[in-house]
Protein backbone atom coordinates (compact mmCIF):
# COMPACT_ATOMS: atom_id res chain seq x y z
CA UNK A 1 0.00 0.00 0.00
CA UNK A 2 1.46 3.45 -0.85
CA UNK A 3 -0.01 6.27 1.53
CA UNK A 4 -0.02 9.77 0.70
CA UNK A 5 -0.89 12.53 3.49
CA UNK A 6 -1.28 16.20 3.12
CA UNK A 7 1.51 16.18 0.76
CA UNK A 8 2.37 20.23 -0.42
CA UNK A 9 5.33 21.01 -3.17
CA UNK A 10 6.41 24.32 -4.41
CA UNK A 11 9.14 25.00 -6.92
CA UNK A 12 10.43 27.87 -7.81
CA UNK A 13 7.55 29.99 -5.83
CA UNK A 14 4.78 28.15 -7.45
CA UNK A 15 2.84 25.56 -5.90
CA UNK A 16 2.67 22.66 -7.91
CA UNK A 17 0.82 20.14 -5.24
CA UNK A 18 -1.41 21.34 -2.42
CA UNK A 19 -2.25 19.19 0.07
CA UNK A 20 -2.33 15.93 -1.45
CA UNK A 21 -4.09 12.90 0.23
CA UNK A 22 -4.31 9.64 -1.10
CA UNK A 23 -4.49 5.96 -0.61
CA UNK A 24 -3.09 3.19 -3.56
CA UNK A 25 -3.66 -0.04 -2.00
CA UNK A 26 -1.52 -3.11 -2.59
CA UNK A 27 -2.30 -4.71 -5.43
CA UNK A 28 -3.59 -4.31 -9.11
CA UNK A 29 -2.87 -1.53 -11.63
CA UNK A 30 -3.78 2.55 -11.15
CA UNK A 31 -3.50 5.09 -13.55
CA UNK A 32 -3.12 8.47 -12.76
CA UNK A 33 -4.48 10.61 -15.32
CA UNK A 34 -4.96 14.40 -15.64
CA UNK A 35 -4.58 17.63 -18.45
CA UNK A 36 -0.20 18.90 -18.54
CA UNK A 37 1.07 20.61 -15.32
CA UNK A 38 -1.60 18.72 -12.68
CA UNK A 39 1.25 17.55 -10.93
CA UNK A 40 1.10 13.36 -11.98
CA UNK A 41 4.95 13.27 -12.79
CA UNK A 42 5.90 15.73 -9.37
CA UNK A 43 3.81 13.54 -7.01
CA UNK A 44 5.62 10.16 -8.54
CA UNK A 45 9.05 11.86 -8.35
CA UNK A 46 8.07 12.27 -4.59
CA UNK A 47 6.82 8.64 -3.68
CA UNK A 48 9.90 7.30 -6.02
CA UNK A 49 12.36 9.98 -3.22
CA UNK A 50 13.76 11.45 -6.31
CA UNK A 51 12.74 14.68 -4.80
CA UNK A 52 12.88 15.72 -1.27
CA UNK A 53 9.63 15.93 0.78
CA UNK A 54 8.51 19.39 1.41
CA UNK A 55 5.96 18.58 3.75
CA UNK A 56 3.19 15.95 4.51
CA UNK A 57 4.07 11.71 4.88
CA UNK A 58 4.85 9.40 2.36
CA UNK A 59 5.07 5.81 2.84
CA UNK A 60 5.22 2.48 0.82
CA UNK A 61 4.61 -0.69 2.50
CA UNK A 62 4.89 1.04 5.52
CA UNK A 63 8.10 2.53 4.87
CA UNK A 64 8.57 6.74 4.65
CA UNK A 65 10.28 7.48 1.95
CA UNK A 66 11.94 10.11 3.43
CA UNK A 67 13.81 8.15 5.85
CA UNK A 68 14.39 4.24 4.21
CA UNK A 69 17.63 3.57 3.74
CA UNK A 70 17.36 4.07 -0.65
CA UNK A 71 18.55 0.55 -1.65
CA UNK A 72 16.02 -0.78 0.71
CA UNK A 73 13.31 1.20 -1.56
CA UNK A 74 15.10 -0.10 -4.46
CA UNK A 75 14.11 -3.77 -3.62
CA UNK A 76 10.17 -2.74 -2.83
CA UNK A 77 9.93 0.15 -5.85
CA UNK A 78 11.21 0.29 -9.18
CA UNK A 79 10.34 3.97 -10.92
CA UNK A 80 10.60 4.92 -14.74
CA UNK A 81 10.78 8.73 -15.24
CA UNK A 82 10.26 10.46 -18.37
CA UNK A 83 13.03 10.17 -20.62
CA UNK A 84 15.39 9.88 -17.77
CA UNK A 85 18.79 11.02 -20.76
CA UNK A 86 20.53 7.50 -19.80
CA UNK A 87 24.12 8.65 -21.95
CA UNK A 88 26.27 5.83 -21.50
CA UNK A 89 26.94 3.90 -24.45
CA UNK A 90 25.92 0.01 -22.39
CA UNK A 91 24.97 -2.68 -24.57
CA UNK A 92 21.23 -3.25 -23.81
CA UNK A 93 21.58 -6.66 -22.06
CA UNK A 94 24.21 -4.23 -19.95
CA UNK A 95 21.49 -1.97 -19.04
CA UNK A 96 18.59 -4.21 -18.32
CA UNK A 97 21.05 -6.10 -15.92
CA UNK A 98 21.67 -2.77 -13.65
CA UNK A 99 17.90 -3.10 -12.60
CA UNK A 100 19.82 -6.75 -10.59
CA UNK A 101 21.94 -3.39 -8.85
CA UNK A 102 19.40 -3.23 -5.66
CA UNK A 103 20.06 -7.44 -4.92
CA UNK A 104 23.43 -8.03 -6.16
CA UNK A 105 26.58 -7.99 -3.73
CA UNK A 106 29.44 -7.85 -6.70
CA UNK A 107 28.87 -10.59 -9.19
CA UNK A 108 25.05 -11.57 -11.01
CA UNK A 109 24.06 -14.82 -10.12
CA UNK A 110 22.98 -17.73 -12.24
CA UNK A 111 19.65 -16.54 -11.08
CA UNK A 112 19.85 -12.84 -11.77
CA UNK A 113 20.67 -14.04 -14.84
CA UNK A 114 17.63 -15.69 -15.86
CA UNK A 115 15.68 -13.18 -14.48
CA UNK A 116 17.57 -10.81 -17.21
CA UNK A 117 17.00 -12.92 -20.05
CA UNK A 118 13.22 -13.19 -18.96
CA UNK A 119 12.84 -9.65 -18.87
CA UNK A 120 14.62 -8.91 -22.45
CA UNK A 121 12.40 -11.72 -23.81
CA UNK A 122 9.31 -10.39 -21.90
CA UNK A 123 9.74 -7.03 -24.28
CA UNK A 124 11.10 -8.42 -27.40
CA UNK A 125 14.65 -7.62 -27.00
CA UNK A 126 16.46 -10.83 -27.36
CA UNK A 127 17.49 -9.67 -30.50
CA UNK A 128 19.22 -6.31 -29.33
CA UNK A 129 20.95 -7.89 -26.35
CA UNK A 130 24.27 -6.85 -27.79
CA UNK A 131 23.19 -3.46 -29.02
CA UNK A 132 24.67 -0.58 -27.92
CA UNK A 133 21.84 1.94 -26.38
CA UNK A 134 22.51 4.63 -28.45
CA UNK A 135 22.31 2.67 -31.80
CA UNK A 136 18.46 1.91 -30.53
CA UNK A 137 15.25 3.97 -31.93
CA UNK A 138 13.20 5.74 -29.45
CA UNK A 139 11.15 3.22 -29.30
CA UNK A 140 13.57 -0.22 -28.57
CA UNK A 141 15.56 2.43 -25.90
CA UNK A 142 12.12 2.96 -23.90
CA UNK A 143 11.62 -1.03 -24.23
CA UNK A 144 15.16 -1.61 -22.27
CA UNK A 145 13.63 1.18 -19.88
CA UNK A 146 11.39 -0.73 -19.30
CA UNK A 147 13.17 -4.18 -19.48
CA UNK A 148 15.22 -2.54 -16.77
CA UNK A 149 12.37 -1.47 -14.62
CA UNK A 150 11.05 -4.52 -14.30
CA UNK A 151 14.48 -6.37 -13.97
CA UNK A 152 14.65 -4.96 -10.45
CA UNK A 153 11.31 -7.31 -9.62
CA UNK A 154 9.97 -4.74 -6.62
CA UNK A 155 6.52 -5.31 -5.27
CA UNK A 156 5.59 -2.12 -6.72
CA UNK A 157 5.79 -0.41 -10.06
CA UNK A 158 5.81 3.33 -10.68
CA UNK A 159 5.77 4.33 -14.53
CA UNK A 160 5.65 7.98 -15.86
CA UNK A 161 3.89 7.84 -19.51
CA UNK A 162 5.99 4.29 -20.37
CA UNK A 163 4.11 4.34 -23.68
CA UNK A 164 5.64 7.46 -25.24
CA UNK A 165 7.67 6.13 -28.46
CA UNK A 166 5.76 2.97 -28.50
CA UNK A 167 4.06 1.23 -31.61
CA UNK A 168 0.86 0.21 -30.99
CA UNK A 169 1.79 -3.74 -30.55
CA UNK A 170 4.37 -2.72 -28.44
CA UNK A 171 2.47 0.04 -26.01
CA UNK A 172 -0.29 -2.87 -25.88
CA UNK A 173 2.17 -5.88 -24.86
CA UNK A 174 3.44 -3.77 -21.98
CA UNK A 175 -0.26 -2.86 -20.83
CA UNK A 176 -0.96 -6.34 -20.87
CA UNK A 177 2.12 -7.25 -19.18
CA UNK A 178 1.35 -4.79 -16.43
CA UNK A 179 -1.91 -6.45 -16.28
CA UNK A 180 -0.75 -10.12 -15.77
CA UNK A 181 1.97 -9.27 -13.56
CA UNK A 182 -0.16 -7.09 -11.36
CA UNK A 183 -3.81 -10.38 -11.51
CA UNK A 184 -0.56 -13.40 -11.12
CA UNK A 185 2.01 -12.15 -8.96
CA UNK A 186 0.23 -9.29 -7.09
CA UNK A 187 1.97 -6.64 -8.21
CA UNK A 188 1.17 -2.78 -7.60
CA UNK A 189 1.30 -0.77 -10.49
CA UNK A 190 1.07 3.19 -10.95
CA UNK A 191 1.34 4.36 -14.25
CA UNK A 192 0.83 8.11 -15.37
CA UNK A 193 -1.20 7.20 -18.53
CA UNK A 194 -1.83 10.18 -21.53
CA UNK A 195 -4.21 7.90 -23.56
CA UNK A 196 -7.42 7.95 -21.30
CA UNK A 197 -8.57 4.36 -23.52
CA UNK A 198 -5.61 2.64 -22.40
CA UNK A 199 -6.89 3.46 -18.47
CA UNK A 200 -9.81 2.67 -19.53
CA UNK A 201 -9.08 -0.83 -20.93
CA UNK A 202 -6.55 -1.74 -18.51
CA UNK A 203 -6.72 -0.11 -14.75
CA UNK A 204 -8.76 -1.31 -11.81
CA UNK A 205 -8.72 2.08 -10.32
CA UNK A 206 -8.14 5.53 -11.74
CA UNK A 207 -7.16 8.83 -9.64
CA UNK A 208 -7.37 11.78 -11.15
CA UNK A 209 -5.30 14.93 -10.83
CA UNK A 210 -5.80 18.89 -11.84
CA UNK A 211 -4.00 22.03 -10.82
CA UNK A 212 -2.09 19.71 -8.21
CA UNK A 213 -4.84 18.37 -6.34
CA UNK A 214 -6.36 14.97 -6.53
CA UNK A 215 -9.94 15.95 -7.79
CA UNK A 216 -11.43 11.98 -8.61
CA UNK A 217 -10.30 8.79 -7.27
CA UNK A 218 -12.36 5.33 -7.66
CA UNK A 219 -12.49 2.44 -9.71
CA UNK A 220 -12.12 2.62 -13.19
CA UNK A 221 -16.27 2.06 -14.17
CA UNK A 222 -16.74 5.04 -11.61
CA UNK A 223 -14.37 7.57 -13.45
CA UNK A 224 -14.76 6.65 -16.86
CA UNK A 225 -18.18 9.01 -17.52
CA UNK A 226 -18.49 11.64 -19.22
CA UNK A 227 -19.58 14.21 -16.13
CA UNK A 228 -16.05 13.40 -14.30
CA UNK A 229 -14.05 13.19 -17.07
CA UNK A 230 -15.99 16.73 -18.54
CA UNK A 231 -14.53 18.16 -15.00
CA UNK A 232 -11.04 16.69 -15.73
CA UNK A 233 -10.02 17.23 -18.98
CA UNK A 234 -12.44 20.48 -19.53
CA UNK A 235 -14.33 19.10 -22.64
CA UNK A 236 -17.70 16.96 -22.96
CA UNK A 237 -16.95 13.61 -24.16
CA UNK A 238 -19.13 10.37 -24.84
CA UNK A 239 -18.62 6.97 -23.20
CA UNK A 240 -19.34 3.90 -24.94
CA UNK A 241 -19.26 0.51 -23.91
CA UNK A 242 -17.88 -1.33 -27.09
CA UNK A 243 -17.68 -5.24 -26.83
CA UNK A 244 -17.38 -5.02 -23.28
CA UNK A 245 -15.22 -2.49 -22.88
CA UNK A 246 -15.53 0.77 -21.57
CA UNK A 247 -14.01 3.35 -24.99
CA UNK A 248 -13.76 6.96 -24.42
CA UNK A 249 -14.65 8.75 -28.06
CA UNK A 250 -12.59 11.96 -27.61
CA UNK A 251 -11.79 12.61 -30.55
CA UNK A 252 -14.72 14.36 -31.96
CA UNK B 1 27.99 -10.97 -19.59
CA UNK B 2 29.84 -9.43 -23.07
CA UNK B 3 32.79 -11.12 -22.21
CA UNK B 4 31.42 -14.75 -21.93
CA UNK B 5 29.54 -13.97 -24.96
CA UNK B 6 32.12 -12.40 -27.06
CA UNK B 7 34.39 -15.90 -25.94
CA UNK B 8 37.26 -16.76 -27.44
CA UNK B 9 37.62 -13.47 -29.20
CA UNK B 10 37.84 -11.56 -26.32
CA UNK B 11 40.35 -13.70 -25.42
CA UNK B 12 42.42 -12.47 -28.03
CA UNK B 13 42.66 -9.09 -27.62
CA UNK B 14 43.56 -9.64 -23.82
CA UNK B 15 46.35 -11.52 -24.70
CA UNK B 16 46.97 -9.17 -27.61
CA UNK B 17 46.38 -6.32 -25.54
CA UNK B 18 48.92 -7.50 -22.76
CA UNK B 19 51.38 -8.61 -25.30
CA UNK B 20 51.62 -5.21 -26.66
CA UNK B 21 51.93 -3.74 -23.16
CA UNK B 22 54.82 -5.80 -22.44
CA UNK B 23 56.80 -5.56 -25.26
CA UNK B 24 56.67 -1.43 -24.67
CA UNK B 25 57.84 -2.12 -20.78
CA UNK B 26 60.57 -4.10 -21.84
CA UNK B 27 61.87 -1.65 -24.83
CA UNK B 28 61.54 1.07 -22.40
CA UNK B 29 63.85 -0.50 -20.35
CA UNK B 30 66.19 -0.60 -23.28
CA UNK B 31 66.23 2.66 -24.63
CA UNK B 32 68.01 5.78 -23.48
CA UNK B 33 71.37 7.50 -23.52
CA UNK B 34 73.81 4.84 -21.84
CA UNK B 35 74.61 1.83 -23.90
CA UNK B 36 72.65 -1.24 -22.42
CA UNK B 37 72.52 -4.36 -24.28
CA UNK B 38 69.75 -6.89 -23.24
CA UNK B 39 71.11 -10.07 -20.76
CA UNK B 40 74.07 -7.74 -19.55
CA UNK B 41 73.01 -7.42 -16.07
CA UNK B 42 73.84 -10.59 -15.51
CA UNK B 43 77.73 -10.10 -15.96
CA UNK B 44 77.89 -6.63 -15.38
CA UNK B 45 76.75 -4.83 -12.23
CA UNK B 46 76.68 -1.17 -13.36
CA UNK B 47 73.94 -2.70 -15.65
CA UNK B 48 71.74 -3.69 -13.18
CA UNK B 49 72.55 -0.53 -10.98
CA UNK B 50 71.12 1.40 -13.73
CA UNK B 51 67.91 -0.59 -14.58
CA UNK B 52 67.21 -0.13 -10.70
CA UNK B 53 67.69 3.25 -10.00
CA UNK B 54 66.73 4.76 -13.15
CA UNK B 55 65.19 2.75 -16.26
CA UNK B 56 62.71 0.59 -14.18
CA UNK B 57 61.81 3.11 -12.03
CA UNK B 58 61.26 5.87 -15.30
CA UNK B 59 59.44 2.42 -16.60
CA UNK B 60 56.90 1.82 -14.23
CA UNK B 61 56.51 6.07 -13.16
CA UNK B 62 55.09 6.05 -16.95
CA UNK B 63 53.26 3.09 -16.58
CA UNK B 64 51.06 4.10 -13.77
CA UNK B 65 50.89 7.64 -14.53
CA UNK B 66 49.52 6.51 -18.45
CA UNK B 67 46.99 4.36 -16.51
CA UNK B 68 45.87 6.92 -14.33
CA UNK B 69 45.44 9.68 -16.13
CA UNK B 70 43.16 7.61 -18.60
CA UNK B 71 40.98 6.43 -15.81
CA UNK B 72 40.87 9.89 -14.28
CA UNK B 73 39.84 10.93 -17.93
CA UNK B 74 37.28 8.23 -18.05
CA UNK B 75 35.62 9.20 -14.51
CA UNK B 76 35.33 12.49 -15.08
CA UNK B 77 33.63 12.07 -18.50
CA UNK B 78 31.36 10.16 -16.28
CA UNK B 79 30.89 12.87 -13.76
CA UNK B 80 30.49 15.47 -16.68
CA UNK B 81 27.96 12.97 -18.75
CA UNK B 82 30.56 14.16 -21.81
CA UNK B 83 32.78 12.55 -23.42
CA UNK B 84 35.05 15.09 -24.62
CA UNK B 85 36.38 16.80 -21.10
CA UNK B 86 39.41 15.51 -19.30
CA UNK B 87 41.31 16.72 -16.37
CA UNK B 88 44.10 18.59 -18.55
CA UNK B 89 42.05 20.32 -20.57
CA UNK B 90 39.20 21.38 -17.99
CA UNK B 91 40.79 22.89 -15.26
CA UNK B 92 41.97 20.38 -12.93
CA UNK B 93 45.48 20.07 -13.71
CA UNK B 94 45.54 23.75 -13.89
CA UNK B 95 43.91 24.04 -10.33
CA UNK B 96 46.56 21.26 -9.32
CA UNK B 97 49.69 23.59 -10.25
CA UNK B 98 47.51 26.76 -8.92
CA UNK B 99 47.98 24.71 -5.30
CA UNK B 100 51.44 23.30 -5.90
CA UNK B 101 52.25 26.98 -6.07
CA UNK B 102 50.55 28.46 -3.15
CA UNK B 103 52.30 25.14 -1.33
CA UNK B 104 55.64 26.53 -2.63
CA UNK B 105 55.13 29.92 -1.61
CA UNK B 106 53.95 29.01 1.68
CA UNK B 107 56.32 26.51 2.74
CA UNK B 108 59.12 26.14 -0.07
CA UNK B 109 60.38 22.86 1.95
CA UNK B 110 57.69 21.35 1.91
CA UNK B 111 57.78 17.42 0.50
CA UNK B 112 56.41 15.92 -2.53
CA UNK B 113 53.48 14.17 -0.33
CA UNK B 114 52.46 18.04 0.74
CA UNK B 115 52.74 19.62 -2.53
CA UNK B 116 50.25 16.72 -3.86
CA UNK B 117 48.45 17.32 -1.13
CA UNK B 118 47.66 21.09 -1.70
CA UNK B 119 46.96 19.99 -5.21
CA UNK B 120 44.67 17.59 -4.67
CA UNK B 121 42.65 20.29 -2.30
CA UNK B 122 42.89 22.86 -5.05
CA UNK B 123 41.98 20.60 -7.63
CA UNK B 124 38.94 19.24 -6.29
CA UNK B 125 37.58 23.11 -5.63
CA UNK B 126 38.64 23.38 -9.32
CA UNK B 127 37.09 20.72 -10.40
CA UNK B 128 33.75 20.44 -8.74
CA UNK B 129 33.31 24.13 -9.70
CA UNK B 130 33.60 23.32 -13.18
CA UNK B 131 31.09 20.19 -13.18
CA UNK B 132 28.61 22.82 -11.03
CA UNK B 133 28.53 25.08 -14.14
CA UNK B 134 28.63 22.00 -16.64
CA UNK B 135 25.54 20.64 -15.22
CA UNK B 136 23.87 23.79 -16.02
CA UNK B 137 24.74 23.71 -19.54
CA UNK B 138 22.03 22.64 -21.96
CA UNK B 139 22.03 18.94 -22.48
CA UNK B 140 21.33 19.62 -26.26
CA UNK B 141 24.93 21.15 -27.16
CA UNK B 142 27.29 18.56 -26.09
CA UNK B 143 29.97 20.51 -27.21
CA UNK B 144 29.23 23.31 -24.88
CA UNK B 145 30.90 21.26 -21.88
CA UNK B 146 34.24 20.75 -22.97
CA UNK B 147 34.74 24.45 -24.75
CA UNK B 148 33.56 25.85 -21.83
CA UNK B 149 36.06 23.25 -19.84
CA UNK B 150 38.55 24.79 -22.26
CA UNK B 151 37.78 28.81 -21.06
CA UNK B 152 37.60 27.73 -17.63
CA UNK B 153 40.81 25.75 -17.47
CA UNK B 154 42.41 28.75 -19.74
CA UNK B 155 41.57 31.23 -17.23
CA UNK B 156 42.52 28.95 -14.14
CA UNK B 157 46.08 28.29 -15.92
CA UNK B 158 46.61 32.27 -16.38
CA UNK B 159 46.01 32.95 -13.17
CA UNK B 160 48.51 30.68 -11.90
CA UNK B 161 50.63 31.89 -15.00
CA UNK B 162 50.57 35.65 -13.71
CA UNK B 163 51.03 34.35 -10.20
CA UNK B 164 54.27 32.39 -10.77
CA UNK B 165 55.12 35.79 -12.98
CA UNK B 166 54.80 38.30 -9.97
CA UNK B 167 56.44 35.66 -7.95
CA UNK B 168 59.45 34.99 -10.27
CA UNK B 169 58.17 31.37 -10.06
CA UNK B 170 57.93 31.04 -13.91
CA UNK B 171 60.85 28.00 -14.60
CA UNK B 172 59.00 25.88 -11.84
CA UNK B 173 55.26 26.06 -13.24
CA UNK B 174 56.78 25.79 -16.67
CA UNK B 175 57.83 22.19 -14.64
CA UNK B 176 54.47 21.27 -13.83
CA UNK B 177 52.91 22.25 -16.79
CA UNK B 178 55.13 20.23 -18.90
CA UNK B 179 54.85 16.52 -18.45
CA UNK B 180 58.03 14.44 -18.65
CA UNK B 181 60.13 12.06 -17.26
CA UNK B 182 63.31 11.98 -17.64
CA UNK B 183 63.86 13.37 -14.20
CA UNK B 184 62.44 10.20 -12.58
CA UNK B 185 65.13 8.19 -10.57
CA UNK B 186 64.21 5.48 -7.64
CA UNK B 187 63.03 7.84 -4.56
CA UNK B 188 61.57 10.27 -7.13
CA UNK B 189 58.24 8.62 -8.26
CA UNK B 190 56.50 6.18 -5.60
CA UNK B 191 54.13 9.17 -5.04
CA UNK B 192 52.84 7.53 -8.34
CA UNK B 193 52.13 3.97 -6.71
CA UNK B 194 48.88 6.27 -4.50
CA UNK B 195 47.15 7.13 -8.67
CA UNK B 196 47.65 2.98 -9.21
CA UNK B 197 45.95 2.85 -5.88
CA UNK B 198 43.08 4.65 -7.23
CA UNK B 199 42.74 3.00 -10.75
CA UNK B 200 41.80 0.03 -8.52
CA UNK B 201 39.75 1.86 -6.44
CA UNK B 202 38.04 3.23 -9.30
CA UNK B 203 37.62 -0.87 -10.53
CA UNK B 204 36.22 -1.83 -7.65
CA UNK B 205 33.73 0.81 -7.65
CA UNK B 206 32.63 0.23 -11.73
CA UNK B 207 29.54 -0.29 -11.03
CA UNK B 208 28.16 2.66 -9.30
CA UNK B 209 30.57 4.95 -10.99
CA UNK B 210 28.83 3.01 -14.47
CA UNK B 211 25.42 4.04 -13.02
CA UNK B 212 26.18 7.34 -12.82
CA UNK B 213 25.99 7.88 -16.13
CA UNK B 214 22.38 6.74 -16.61
CA UNK B 215 21.42 9.91 -14.78
CA UNK B 216 20.51 10.76 -11.26
CA UNK B 217 16.93 9.28 -11.43
CA UNK B 218 17.79 5.80 -12.86
CA UNK B 219 20.50 5.29 -10.34
CA UNK B 220 17.99 6.89 -7.57
CA UNK B 221 16.19 4.27 -8.59
CA UNK B 222 18.17 1.87 -8.41
CA UNK B 223 19.04 2.47 -4.62
CA UNK B 224 22.39 4.03 -5.76
CA UNK B 225 23.46 6.76 -3.34
CA UNK B 226 24.52 9.31 -5.93
CA UNK B 227 26.11 12.17 -4.38
CA UNK B 228 28.28 10.05 -2.36
CA UNK B 229 29.60 8.32 -5.58
CA UNK B 230 29.95 11.89 -7.09
CA UNK B 231 31.77 13.00 -4.36
CA UNK B 232 34.25 9.50 -4.50
CA UNK B 233 34.18 10.03 -8.54
CA UNK B 234 35.23 13.82 -7.84
CA UNK B 235 38.35 12.47 -5.31
CA UNK B 236 39.59 9.80 -7.88
CA UNK B 237 39.82 12.42 -10.63
CA UNK B 238 41.12 15.14 -8.38
CA UNK B 239 44.02 13.12 -6.34
CA UNK B 240 45.32 11.43 -9.83
CA UNK B 241 45.50 14.96 -10.91
CA UNK B 242 47.38 16.05 -8.73
CA UNK B 243 49.84 13.52 -7.84
CA UNK B 244 50.64 12.87 -11.57
CA UNK B 245 51.42 16.90 -12.22
CA UNK B 246 53.30 17.11 -8.95
CA UNK B 247 55.82 14.10 -9.77
CA UNK B 248 55.70 14.27 -13.44
CA UNK B 249 54.12 17.29 -14.71
CA UNK B 250 50.77 17.85 -17.12
CA UNK B 251 50.58 15.29 -19.75
CA UNK B 252 47.72 16.06 -22.42
CA UNK B 253 45.00 13.82 -24.18
CA UNK B 254 45.63 10.98 -22.57
CA UNK B 255 42.33 11.48 -20.47
CA UNK B 256 40.70 11.95 -23.49
CA UNK B 257 41.42 9.23 -26.13
CA UNK B 258 42.30 6.47 -24.37
CA UNK B 259 38.45 6.36 -22.77
CA UNK B 260 37.00 7.26 -26.15
CA UNK B 261 39.07 5.05 -28.47
CA UNK B 262 37.78 1.89 -25.65
CA UNK B 263 33.88 3.49 -25.53
CA UNK B 264 33.90 2.75 -29.69
CA UNK B 265 34.60 -0.56 -29.89
CA UNK B 266 33.89 -2.06 -26.06
CA UNK B 267 30.98 1.20 -24.55
CA UNK B 268 30.64 2.30 -21.49
CA UNK B 269 30.26 -0.73 -19.02
CA UNK B 270 33.08 0.11 -16.49
CA UNK B 271 33.53 -2.90 -15.51
CA UNK B 272 34.56 -4.53 -18.46
CA UNK B 273 36.36 -1.51 -19.86
CA UNK B 274 38.02 0.12 -17.34
CA UNK B 275 41.11 -2.68 -17.65
CA UNK B 276 41.07 -1.43 -21.33
CA UNK B 277 41.41 2.08 -20.92
CA UNK B 278 44.10 1.61 -18.27
CA UNK B 279 46.07 0.09 -20.33
CA UNK B 280 45.34 1.71 -23.27
CA UNK B 281 46.47 4.87 -21.33
CA UNK B 282 49.78 3.12 -19.81
CA UNK B 283 50.09 2.05 -23.74
CA UNK B 284 49.84 5.56 -25.44
CA UNK B 285 52.65 7.25 -22.63
CA UNK B 286 54.64 4.81 -22.69
CA UNK B 287 54.86 4.30 -26.87
CA UNK B 288 54.93 8.56 -26.66
CA UNK B 289 58.05 8.56 -24.19
CA UNK B 290 59.91 5.97 -25.76
CA UNK B 291 59.25 8.13 -29.08
CA UNK B 292 60.48 11.20 -26.97
CA UNK B 293 63.81 9.21 -26.06
CA UNK B 294 64.85 8.78 -29.70
CA UNK B 295 63.78 11.65 -31.84
CA UNK B 296 66.28 13.64 -30.99
CA UNK B 297 68.52 11.16 -29.77
CA UNK B 298 70.74 11.97 -26.87
CA UNK B 299 68.90 14.15 -25.98
CA UNK B 300 65.10 14.14 -24.98
CA UNK B 301 61.41 15.88 -26.12
CA UNK B 302 59.32 15.76 -23.05
CA UNK B 303 56.53 13.36 -22.98
CA UNK B 304 53.75 16.20 -22.81
CA UNK B 305 54.93 17.52 -26.07
CA UNK B 306 54.84 14.21 -28.07
CA UNK B 307 51.41 13.36 -26.48
CA UNK B 308 49.91 17.19 -27.39
CA UNK B 309 51.20 16.24 -31.22
CA UNK B 310 50.00 12.78 -31.07
CA UNK B 311 46.73 12.81 -28.97
CA UNK B 312 45.78 16.08 -31.11
CA UNK B 313 45.79 13.75 -34.16
CA UNK B 314 44.05 10.72 -32.69
CA UNK B 315 41.47 12.82 -31.49
CA UNK B 316 40.39 14.78 -34.29
CA UNK B 317 40.64 11.51 -36.15
CA UNK B 318 38.18 9.85 -33.45
CA UNK B 319 35.83 13.44 -33.62
CA UNK B 320 35.82 13.46 -37.31
CA UNK B 321 35.22 9.40 -37.50
CA UNK B 322 32.38 9.95 -34.92
CA UNK B 323 30.36 12.69 -36.85
CA UNK B 324 30.95 10.22 -40.15
CA UNK B 325 29.03 7.46 -38.15
CA UNK B 326 26.40 9.07 -36.47
Not at chain 1, 187 to 197: A, C, E, F
Not at chain 2, 201 to 218: I, N, P
Not at chain 2, 300 to 310: A, D, F, Q, R, S
Amino acid sequence: MIEIAGVSLALGGSRILDNVSLTVPKGGVTALVGPNGAGKSSLLSLIARLRPLQSGRITVDGLPVDTTPSRQLARIMAILRQDPGVASRLRVAELVGFGRFPHIRGRLTAKDREIIAASLEQFDLSDLALRFIDTLSGGQRQRALVAMTFCQGTDYILLDEPLNNLDMFHARNLMRTLRRIADEHGKTVLIVLHDINHAASYADRIVAMKDGTVIASGETGDIIRPDILESIFGFSMRVENIAGRLTVLHHA
Amino acid sequence: MTAGSLGSQGFAYQAIGAATLLALFVASLFVGVSELAIGSFASDPEALRLIMISRLPRTVATLLAGSALAIAGLVMQTLARNRFVEPSTAGTAQSAALGILVVTLVWPDASLGCKAAGAAVTALAGTSVFLMLAHRLPPTQPFLVPLFGLVYGGVIGAAAIFAAWHLDLLQYLEVWMTGEFSGILRGRYELLWVAGALVVLAWWTADRLTMLSLGRDVSIGLGLNYAGMLRLGLVIVSAITALTVVVVGTIPFVGLVAPNIVSRFAGENLRHTSPWVAGGGAALVLACDIIGRLIRFPYEVPVGTILGVVGAVLFLFLLLGRNSND
